[in-house]
C-alpha cells in the first residue's frame, strides 16, 4: 500500500495541473471502489472548481472553491494518471474531465486492479471518520519527540505497532517505520513505554527515532517514493526508494549498519511483516542494559 512518501509524490504530481481547473462531468465506470461512491457523486462534483490539492495521512484532497472536498484513498493498486478518455483500460473506474488546465491531457482517469482504493465527499475534513481522528503529520511541527513520550507514556505496545497507530501519528506504513527503527537502533519488539522516562519525558532513544522517522520520509520523497509492486506517479514513473533499503524486504542479507556484523531478520507483527537487524537494534543493551529510565 503506499504510504505517506508515495501519497506525497502524486499530489505534487496533480497538483500543477488540477489547482484552478474546472471539473466538467465525471464518469463512473462501476458503482464502487472499496465502497460504494457517495450518492450523487458525479452531480455533487460536475461544474466545480478545485482550489488546491493537499494531502492528509495516505489520502489525497481535493479541496473545492466554495467549500468540500473530494478524498481520494489509493489502497493498494489505486493510480490516477492523465489521458485521452478513448480507449478506455480495463480498471479505469473514474473519470473526471477538466478545462482551464494545461494538463497534458483532457482527462484525469483514476485505475485500480485490486480497488482498494475509495473516493468520498468530505463537507467538514475536521469532523470526518477518515481524518477527524488522525495524529500529527510526521513531517510537521506537531511531531516531536515530547509527542511522542506523552503518546507512549504507559504504553506496553510494541513501538512499532504505536508508530502504526494512525492515532499516535499520520500516514507512517510498514516500509518507513521499519526503516526508522533500523536507523535508530531500536528493537521493533521494545515496548513503548520503555523509550519514555518517568513523567513522559523522551529518551535519547526516543529523539534519535523521531530524527530516524523524518529523516527516511525526507529521503524517500526525494526519491519519488519506493516502487514495490504497483505504485506509479501521475506521469507513469516509478519511486526508486526500495534500492536503499536497509532492511525491508532485506531478511538473510548483511546488515548495512557500519561495523555491524549481523543479518537481518523477518519476524510477523500483528500479521505485518517486520524486518530489523537482531545485532544493532538492541535497544535494552544500547543504552545502559536494563535499567530503567529515571
Not at 115 to 133: A, K, P, Q, V
Request: proline share 6%; hydrophobic share 35%; charged share 25%.
Amino acid at each position: 500500500m503506499p504510504e505517506l512518501p508515495e501519497v506525497e509524490t502524486v499530489r505534487r504530481g496533480l497538483e500543477p495541473f488540477t489547482t484552478g481547473a474546472r471539473i466538467e462531468a465525471v464518469r463512473l465506470n462501476r458503482p464502487d471502489l472499496r465502497f460504494p461512491f457517495p450518492q450523487g457523486f458525479s452531480d455533487r462534483l460536475t461544474g466545480r472548481r478545485i482550489e488546491m490539492m493537499a494531502r492528509r495521512a495516505k489520502y489525497l484532497l481535493f479541496r473545492l472553491e466554495g467549500g468540500g472536498t473530494l478524498l481520494a484513498h489509493l489502497g493498494m493498486t489505486g493510480n490516477f494518471r492523465y489521458g485521452t478518455g478513448d480507449p478506455m483500460e480495463k480498471h479505469d473506474h473514474v473519470v473526471f474531465a477538466l478545462t482551464g488546465t494545461d494538463a497534458p491531457a483532457p482527462y484525469l482517469i483514476y485505475s485500480d486492479p485490486r480497488r482498494f482504493g475509495f473516493m468520498d465527499i468530505l463537507e467538514d475534513e475536521e469532523t470526518s471518520r477518515w481524518l477527524g481522528h488522525l495524529g500529527p503529520e510526521p513531517l510537521g511541527n506537531q511531531f516531536d519527540a515530547v509527542h511522542l513520550a506523552r503518546s507512549f507514556s504507559g504504553r506496553k505496545a510494541p513501538v512499532k505497532a504505536l508508530l502504526l497507530d494512525q492515532n499516535v501519528v499520520a500516514g507512517l506504513g510498514n516500509i518507513y517505520v521499519s526503516e526508522a527503527l533500523h536507523r535508530a537502533h531500536i528493537h521493533p519488539e521494545t515496548p513503548g513505554a520503555q523509550l519514555v522516562k518517568r513523567g513522559a519525558v523522551p529518551t535519547p532513544q526516543l529523539a534519535d527515532l523521531t530524527a530516524a522517522v523524518r529523516q527516511v520520509l525526507e529521503e524517500a520523497l526525494l526519491s519519488g517514493g519506493s516502487t514495490l509492486q504497483d505504485y506509479r506517479n501521475v506521469d507513469g514513473t516509478t519511486g526508486y526508494f526500495q534500492h536503499r533499503f536497509a532492511v525491508y524486504e532485506r531478511a538473510g542479507q548483511a546488515c548495512l549498519t557500519p561495523g555491524c556484523a549481523g543479518t537481518v531478520t523477518r519476524i510477523v507483527q500483528s500479521g505485518r511483516s517486520t524486518f530489523f537487524c537482531p545485532a544493532c537494534q538492541t535497544t535494552k543493551r544500547r543504552r545502559g542494559g536494563n535499567k530503567k529510565s529515571r
